[in-house]
C-alpha cells in the first residue's frame, strides 16, 4: 500500500479550518515545482498565495483539505469544483488586486531583482499565448496541492487527493483536468499520472518563464481524466 510509509508519522487529513490559512499559504511560498520556491521566479513571494491559494480558501473552503503531522499542517489540497467559476473570480477580484499591487510596486521602486522583470515581461507578452485551452465542459474540476519537502513519497498526496476524490464525487464531479510543468526529458510526475491515476496528456506547450530562470528547456502539459473508469475499482487509483 502505498500509505505503508507513513505508519511510523502521526498523520491525520482533514477538512480546511480557517485555522490554517497562514500554513497553507506558507507552504505554497516556500514549496514549488520540481523543488524550485516562488522567490526565484518573483520577489514578491504574497503574490504566490494570492493566485494559487486564496481562491479555494475564501470559496470553496470545503473543497480544501489539510494534511497534519503530530498536529502541525505539514501539506495541503486545495480543490475546485468549477473552474469557470474560478476564471470569474479572478478576472473580476482577484487579478485588479494583484495588478494594483503590482503597480504601486513598480512605482516605488520595491521590485529589484532582474527575475522578477523577465517574470513581468512574460505575464504580460507571452502568457497569454502559451495558455493552455481548458476542456471545461468535460473536465470542470481541478486541485493544486503541495508538501512539504521533508514529507514528500510519504504518501501524503494520495490520501490528500482521496479525500478530494471523495467529496467531489459526492457532488457528481468526474471530470478533472491538471497542468504539469516538467523539465525536458523529465516525464515522470505526467507518466506517474497516465500510468497510475488515469489521466490523458492532451496538449503539451512550452513554458518560457521557467526557462529564463533555469535555463533549462520546459513544457506545460494539460492532463484530464474521468473517475468514471475508476468507479468499480480501486479508490485509490484515482486522479489528483
Known amino acids: 500500500c502505498q500509505f505503508d510509509s507513513m505508519k511510523s508519522l502521526n498523520v ?6 480557517e485555522k490554517d490559512r497562514a ?10 515545482q520540481k523543488g524550485h520556491p516562488a522567490r526565484l521566479f518573483f520577489e514578491d513571494e504574497e ?10 480558501m475564501d470559496y470553496e473552503p470545503k473543497s480544501c483539505f489539510v494534511a497534519e503531522v503530530d498536529g502541525r499542517v505539514v501539506g495541503y489540497l486545495v480543490g475546485c ?10 478576472r473580476t477580484r482577484i487579478y485588479p488586486r494583484l495588478c494594483l499591487r503590482m503597480l504601486w510596486k513598480l512605482l516605488t521602486l520595491q521590485y ?14 507571452r502568457s497569454w499565448r502559451e495558455s493552455l485551452r481548458l476542456p471545461l465542459d468535460e473536465y470542470p474540476g481541478h486541485a493544486h496541492f503541495n508538501v512539504e ?3 514528500r513519497s510519504e504518501g501524503l498526496g494520495g490520501r490528500l487527493s482521496y479525500a478530494f476524490l471523495q467529496h467531489r464525487l459526492r457532488r457528481g464531479v468526474w471530470g478533472m483536468h491538471v497542468i504539469v510543468r516538467e523539465e525536458a526529458g523529465d ?3 505526467s507518466a506517474f499520472l497516465c500510468r497510475e491515476r488515469g489521466y490523458k496528456i492532451v496538449s503539451v506547450k512550452r513554458n518560457t518563464v521557467w526557462e529564463k530562470v533555469t535555463g533549462k528547456k520546459w513544457y506545460a502539459k494539460l492532463l484530464v481524466s474521468d473517475a468514471r473508469q475508476f468507479s468499480q475499482g480501486d479508490p485509490h487509483a484515482t486522479v489528483e
Not at 469544483?81 to 470569474?88: E, F, S, V
Open 187 to 189: 516525464d515522470k510526475l
Open 149 to 151: 519537502a521533508a514529507y
Open 23 to 32: 500554513a497553507i499559504r506558507e507552504i505554497c511560498k516556500r514549496t514549488g
Open 12 to 17: 491525520i487529513v482533514r477538512p480546511f479550518a
Open 81 to 90: 469544483l468549477d473552474t469557470r467559476r474560478k476564471l470569474k473570480v479572478l
Open 47 to 56: 503574490i504566490v498565495p494570492m493566485l494559487f491559494a486564496d481562491y479555494y
Open 112 to 125: 529589484r531583482r532582474k527575475q522578477t522583470y523577465q517574470t513581468l515581461w512574460w505575464m504580460i507578452s
